[in-house]
């Protein structure tokens, strides 16, 4: 959930791609998105206004008017969203313990107080988890 409590959604590979993007240089605008990624990805300009509206549209990516121009940033924080990738896997392995995000070290996205950030919120996912999973005296 966002600060908000609006349930983040699930990036695709490709929208991970773009909010790295700007998780690295910050808010940008449709153009600025392009000169970074369209090489890449070999987007046309309308490719690019394309997937960030669709962001937009799932909640992944707010926009806003500077000077008359259309800026994008992400909607929710990084660690909210990587925090929400984590839980889901969590789930999926059947995960019961703790996560270590020092498995992260060495992460291009990641700060070591990102890092120390993310251990808190996986530290409280756990004692959530084990909460929920008490039986009832």
Not at 37 to 56: C, H, I, K, N
Not at 113 to 118: G, T
Request: charged share 25%; proline share 6%; aromatic share 4%.
């Amino acid at each position: 959930h966002t600060s908000r409590g609006t349930p983040v959604a699930e990036p695709s590979d490709t929208e991970f791609d773009v909010l790295k993007l700007f998780w690295r240089a910050g808010p940008m605008s449709a153009r600025e998105v392009q000169v970074l990624a369209g090489p890449e990805l070999g987007w046309a300009d309308s490719t690019t206004r394309t997937v960030l509206e669709r962001m937009r549209t799932k909640g992944l990516l707010n926009r806003r008017s500077v000077h008359g121009l259309a800026v994008y940033e992400p909607a929710s924080a990084k660690l909210e969203v990587l925090g929400g990738i984590l839980r889901k896997l969590r789930g999926v392995l059947e995960v019961t313990g703790p996560l270590a995000a020092t498995a992260f070290t060495g992460s291009q996205i990641l700060s070591p107080s990102e890092l120390d950030e993310l251990q808190a919120i996986l530290d409280a996912d756990t004692a959530q988890a084990a909460e929920s999973n008490k039986e009832p005296s």
